[in-house]
């Protein structure tokens, strides 16, 4: 009956530390993904805002040339 109960334990934490792990695994995928995905999105604003700044400053060029 111990030995039934050792092993069982046994066979329990090691199912336990393989999702663990595999938990680990995809929660490293997913903040990766989030990390990449926050990057181009404050790439995609800086390079808007950047070319914001262009016209606006086209804008100026224009108003100044006439």
Same mark, same amino acid.
């Given at each position: 009956?111990?030995?039934?109960?050792?092993?069982?334990?046994?066979?329990?934490?090691?199912?336990?530390?393989?999702?663990?792990? %595999?938990?680990?695994?995809? @929660?490293?995928?997913?903040?990766?993904?989030?990390? $990449? !995905?926050? &990057?181009?999105?404050?790439?995609?604003?800086?390079?808007? %805002?950047?070319?914001?700044? @262009?016209?606006?400053?086209?804008?100026?060029?224009? $108003? !100044?040339? &006439?």
């Amino acid at each position: 009956m111990a030995d039934q109960r050792k092993d069982f334990l046994s066979e329990v934490i090691s199912l336990s530390e393989s999702q663990i792990k %595999l938990s680990n695994t995809k @929660l490293h995928k997913h903040n990766t993904a989030i990390q $990449d !995905t926050m &990057r181009s999105m404050a790439n995609n604003l800086e390079n808007m %805002l950047f070319g914001l700044g @262009l016209d606006e400053d086209q804008k100026k060029v224009d $108003d !100044t040339c &006439r």
